[in-house]
């Protein structure tokens, strides 16, 4: 997304008179701006982030006579699922199982559910598919949850920074050239104002209903971010015409 228009204005402060300047060697150019005169830019960046992790979760069960029977049943399902995953390059610390084993009249039913976390969405549409084709309805596959880690919305916001900075300085070249003066280093940075809406962080909590396809759940959780800044920056002296060429 091309970030907005930054808001510019700019004012050369007035210097008090000063002796008359020792004239320049030859070849040296025009002597640097007296001190004091500066240029006042604000400037901003929008920038967007998609999720970097996906939540799948998976329901199986089996309600047997004899105990043995239903536990065999699921632990049977569940190996296949973890194996299917780790095949395909999910490690084990981003797949947890929850067992629940209970007695229901005369009958004996175990119930799991399978958490896996994913950073490859094409690995995920790859277990899917495969886990919906070799178990069919014994299976229940929940929509993915998409969502931002804490470190990519961090980056996130230092990268939004970064482009607002960017941008008001460019924007200070700007006035300057106007001027027919040169930038010289920033004096003032100060960040005015940031805002961040959409995106979902961590959470178990799904993120849209399971009428959406898988691109408009990447696209409902994609995170946003905003940053204006203002920046002061010296001008230091007449823009040198042979740069300006080059």
């Given at each position: 997304?091309?970030?907005?228009?930054?808001?510019?204005?700019a004012e050369l402060v007035p210097v008090p008179p000063t002796p008359a300047p020792t004239p320049a060697p030859a070849g040296r150019g025009s002597p640097p701006a007296p001190?004091?005169?500066?240029?006042?830019?604000?400037?901003?960046?929008?920038?967007?982030?998609?999720?970097?992790?996906?939540?799948?979760?998976?329901?199986?069960?089996?309600?047997?006579?004899?105990?043995?029977a239903a536990r065999s049943s699921v632990s049977r399902r569940l190996?296949?699922?973890?194996?299917?995953?780790?095949?395909?390059?999910?490690?084990?610390?981003?797949?947890?199982?929850?067992?629940?084993?209970s007695r229901v009249e005369n009958t004996y039913q175990m119930e799991a559910e399978v958490c896996i976390i994913f950073s490859d969405f094409g690995k995920m549409q790859n277990v899917c598919n495969l886990l919906t084709e070799k178990l069919g309805t014994s299976v229940t596959i929940s929509p993915p949850h998409f969502y931002h880690t804490p470190e990519a919305v961090d980056t996130l916001r230092r990268q939004v920074c970064v482009a607002a900075v960017g941008n008001?300085?460019?924007?200070?070249?700007?006035?300057?050239r106007l001027f027919g003066q040169s930038l010289g280093k920033p004096l003032l940075i100060r960040e005015e104002e940031t805002k961040e809406w959409g995106g979902h962080i961590d959470s178990q909590l799904p993120n849209s209903s399971d009428s959406l396809t898988l691109q408009e759940r990447i696209q409902n959780a994609t995170a946003y971010a905003s940053c204006r800044v203002f920046a002061v920056f010296e001008i230091k002296g007449k823009e040198n015409r042979r740069n300006k060429l080059l």
């Amino acid at each position: 997304m091309a970030p907005p228009p930054a808001r510019v204005f700019a004012e050369l402060v007035p210097v008090p008179p000063t002796p008359a300047p020792t004239p320049a060697p030859a070849g040296r150019g025009s002597p640097p701006a007296p001190p004091g005169r500066e240029v006042h830019v604000s400037g901003s960046a929008e920038l967007s982030a998609g999720p970097d992790r996906a939540r799948v979760s998976l329901r199986l069960g089996s309600r047997k006579g004899a105990a043995g029977a239903a536990r065999s049943s699921v632990s049977r399902r569940l190996e296949y699922i973890a194996q299917s995953a780790r095949q395909r390059g999910v490690p084990e610390e981003n797949m947890t199982v929850t067992e629940d084993f209970s007695r229901v009249e005369n009958t004996y039913q175990m119930e799991a559910e399978v958490c896996i976390i994913f950073s490859d969405f094409g690995k995920m549409q790859n277990v899917c598919n495969l886990l919906t084709e070799k178990l069919g309805t014994s299976v229940t596959i929940s929509p993915p949850h998409f969502y931002h880690t804490p470190e990519a919305v961090d980056t996130l916001r230092r990268q939004v920074c970064v482009a607002a900075v960017g941008n008001t300085r460019r924007k200070a070249q700007e006035v300057c050239r106007l001027f027919g003066q040169s930038l010289g280093k920033p004096l003032l940075i100060r960040e005015e104002e940031t805002k961040e809406w959409g995106g979902h962080i961590d959470s178990q909590l799904p993120n849209s209903s399971d009428s959406l396809t898988l691109q408009e759940r990447i696209q409902n959780a994609t995170a946003y971010a905003s940053c204006r800044v203002f920046a002061v920056f010296e001008i230091k002296g007449k823009e040198n015409r042979r740069n300006k060429l080059l």
